[in-house]
């Protein structure tokens, strides 16, 4: 085959890998483009909108617990948004990768990275709001900044351990249809577990979401 790929070798490649979408051209070409311009909105309201929210609750208001959620929530966000613009330059340029296999598993992990952080904090508000109701004497003698801090660091250790895999398994590869195209993809070939870890951390975040309403 074009790049020796064995049957063993087993490559998932994302969808939006595939600019023609099968036989729907057409409107594989006016998702990319809805695409484009919603990254691009997202990321100059995100850039701006997150960091002035930084700005603030990191600068100006008084720390506070509920000010120590929104901020790490802001930089969760900041971070994604701002790395948006790859996205953009991928699909502009016909789901070519120039940026390098670094630059591909970074923005893939900080992705993913945003995702368990946003959900964890969430799930954590949700928490402090029924514990601050539930036992006001406690909230009162514990609930405070530096321990809102600490659990918001936990947060993001915990964020950072499940989308680690993402930082090992996210790969280039020149396309097997396309000269001077690079490709950034999931080589889940690396791995057999992966897909099952994958399911799993899914599955941890939906439970999460659904326990927190």
């Not at 964890?120 to 539930?134: E, G």
């Amino acid at each position: 085959m074009a790049d020796n790929i064995t049957s063993e070798e087993i490559l998932y490649v994302d969808y939006e890998d595939d600019p023609e979408f099968g036989d729907h051209a057409a409107l594989g070409n006016a998702m990319h483009i809805l695409s484009m311009v919603i990254y691009s909105i997202s990321f100059l309201l995100g850039v701006m909108g997150n960091g002035l929210v930084i700005f603030v609750t990191g600068f100006r208001m008084k720390k506070t617990v509920n000010t120590v959620w929104f901020l790490n929530l802001a930089i969760a966000d900041f971070v994604f948004t701002f790395f948006l613009p790859l996205s953009v330059a991928y699909m502009a340029l016909g789901f070519h990768w120039p940026f390098g296999k670094a630059l591909c598993k970074i923005n893939s992990t900080l992705a993913f990275l945003n995702m368990f952080a946003s959900v964890f904090l969430l799930t954590i508000i949700s928490i402090d709001r029924c514990v601050s109701v539930m036992c006001p004497v406690w909230a009162q003698n514990f609930r405070n900044p530096r321990m809102a801090s600490l659990v918001a660091l936990g947060i993001w250790l915990a964020a950072l351990v499940l989308s680690s895999p993402y930082l090992a398994f996210r790969d280039t590869r020149h396309s097997p249809t396309k000269e001077n195209t690079t490709l950034c993809f999931n080589n889940f070939a690396l791995s057999d577990d992966f897909e099952s870890e994958e399911s799993f951390n899914f599955a941890i975040l939906y439970m999460l979401q659904i326990s927190s309403l």
